[in-house]
């Protein structure tokens, strides 16, 4: 199978609500199975993060929030610019450049259950180094969590390596 060809979209404000719900829900399990909180106070921390993070949402400056879409599914608004439409969608990318030290964090990196394991999440990687190199960043940096096997096997087969853990221990 071809890997697809995808284009990485600044995410509209029109979209965010649906990432915003995704990302709520996805964070707030991570916090419950990995830092051993209670679900409902991991989601209040989730969403508490998240407007820290993204006071105003998917035009929050320094933020880069992106749709990942099928080149078959972009579409261009009235004005040329491609845009994401949400039927369109297989995932989502949030990163932010730090100019200074020519690096990216990528914060949230999202391949929708319907199009995994067909390529989305390389052709997205690619994508975005692409992006990334023109604009003169030489380092993407993430963290993975613990409990996602399937994230680090796919970062480590783009090229990616462990630069530390992360560790807690709660106190009794």
Same mark, same amino acid.
């Given at each position: 199978m071809p890997?697809?060809? *995808?284009?990485? /979209?600044?995410?509209?404000?029109? $979209?965010?609500?649906?990432?915003?719900?995704?990302? &709520?829900?996805?964070?707030?399990? $991570?916090?419950?199975?990995?830092?051993?909180? =209670?679900?409902? $106070?991991?989601?209040?921390?989730?969403? #508490?993060?998240?407007?820290q993070?993204?006071?105003?949402?998917?035009?929050?400056?320094?933020?880069?929030?992106?749709?990942?879409?099928? *080149?078959s599914?972009?579409?261009?608004?009235?004005?040329?610019?491609?845009?994401?439409?949400?039927?369109? &969608?297989?995932?989502?990318?949030?990163h932010? &450049?730090?100019?200074? =030290?020519?690096?990216?964090?990528?914060? $949230?990196?999202?391949i929708?259950p319907?199009?995994?394991?067909l390529?989305?999440?390389? =052709?997205a990687m690619? #994508?975005?180094?692409?992006?990334?190199?023109?604009?003169? *960043?030489?380092? /993407?940096?993430?963290? *993975?969590?613990?409990d996602?096997p399937?994230?680090r096997?796919?970062?480590?087969?783009?090229?990616?390596? &462990?630069?530390?853990?992360?560790?807690?221990?709660?106190?009794?």
């Open positions: 890997t697809p060809i *995808v284009r990485l /979209i600044p995410m509209s404000e029109a $979209d965010f609500p649906a990432y915003r719900d995704y990302f &709520i829900d996805d964070y707030a399990q $991570d916090l419950a199975s990995n830092h051993g909180l =209670a679900l409902a $106070d991991a989601r209040q921390q989730a969403e #508490a993060s998240l407007l993070y993204l006071p105003r949402g998917a035009a929050t400056p320094d933020q880069s929030l992106l749709c990942i879409v099928p *080149v599914d972009t579409v261009s608004d009235n004005t040329g610019n491609e845009v994401a439409p949400t039927v369109g &969608i297989a995932g989502y990318l949030w932010s &450049i730090d100019s200074a =030290a020519h690096t990216t964090f990528i914060y $949230d990196f999202y929708l319907a199009h995994r394991g390529g989305y999440g390389k =052709a690619a #994508a975005l180094e692409a992006e990334l190199k023109t604009m003169g *960043v030489s380092q /993407i940096k993430l963290r *993975v969590a613990y996602n399937r994230a096997a796919l970062y480590e087969e783009l090229g990616f390596h &462990i630069t530390g853990y992360n560790m807690a221990k709660t106190l009794g």
